[in-house]
Structures are given as C-alpha cells and as structure tokens.
C-alpha cells in the first residue's frame, strides 16, 4: 500500500516521498518481525522457529494478486470518496474476510510475508516461500493501480489521505 501511495501520489504532489516510503518498508518490516517473534513468545514457542510450511504454486499467488489489488482498491476507494477514517476497520475486515475467500489466506503485503516467516505455526511460510509471494504481490500492486487508473483516473489526487500525517510532517500531504 505504501508503494501504492508513492507511485500514485508523485505526479499529484500527494502521499509518500521515496524517502518516506524506504523508512516505511523498513519500519513495516522489523515490525511485523518483532511481531512474530512477540507472538511465539506469548505461546512459549522459541523466539525465532523459521516456518517449514511452504506455500508456493500459482494457486496460491493468485490468491496473493487477489488479496493485494482488492485491498489496494478498497483503501484508495475509501481515500477517494472522502471516507478514509473508515479505513482501518474495512481493512481489518477486508483481511479478516480475504483469509478465507483466498487460497493464499491474504498476506497481501511483503512486509507481512516476511515477518511470518519468522514462526512455525498455522500462520507461517517458508522462508524459500517468501519471493514467490512477494512477487505475486508486487503484480497485485501492479493490477491494483492498474484499475484504480482506470477506474479513478485522479486518484492520485487522493494518496495524501491514505497515509496519516503526524503534526507538522510536510513530507506528507493531505
């Protein structure tokens, strides 16, 4: 979604800068690492256990390119409309419902696939899993944008309202 914002705000002048968006992927990423091995933690399982389930054919990225352009569309659908204060609850739901209404179970973000990489439980992958979701990703972004152009042709007008600004942050617009 970050990548998103980048890509469809910059001719606008809204959204992430580059330098945002690298600070933001590096932040997503130890994020959700720190979050997996929190969670292993929690259920007394070692703290890095490096997931064995593999996830791989295209099946299953399909159900990646699903669950990455559907939520790419809804945020910027929501930003676009002027209700982007509904967005992390549709999110939450959206993700909660694409678990199941994909095969890949909806990781739709490559911060994501990484950090479950990092446990052995249901919720896990492969670390040798981890390109081809990320890659599957990478075209769900590409088929997002795609037909959010189509659809909405000014979104990109609307990429500083799918990020939050944090007070006096001009690298941000809204």
Not at 98 to 116: D, E, I, K, L
């Amino acid at each position: 979604m970050s990548a998103a914002d980048w890509f469809l705000g910059r001719r606008a002048g809204a959204g992430l800068s580059g330098r945002d968006l690298g600070g933001y992927v590096v932040a997503q990423t130890v994020g959700a690492i720190a979050g997996a091995v929190l969670a292993d933690l929690m259920f007394k399982l070692p703290a890095v256990d490096f997931s064995d389930k593999h996830r791989t054919g295209g099946d299953l990225w399909l159900g990646e390119v699903v669950a990455t352009a559907g939520l790419l569309l809804l945020i910027f659908a929501l930003a676009r409309s002027g209700r982007a204060s509904v967005a992390p609850a549709a999110v939450g739901a959206y993700i909660g419902a694409a678990y199941w209404f994909t095969s890949s179970t909806s990781f739709a973000n490559p911060a994501v696939t990484v950090g479950r990489a990092f446990t052995d439980t249901f919720a896990g992958i492969a670390p040798v899993s981890v390109p081809g979701f990320i890659v599957a990703q990478l075209v769900g972004l590409a088929v997002g944008v795609g037909l959010l152009l189509a659809l909405y042709p000014s979104v990109g007008s609307a990429a500083g309202d799918v990020v939050v600004a944090h007070p006096g942050d001009e690298s941000v617009r809204s």
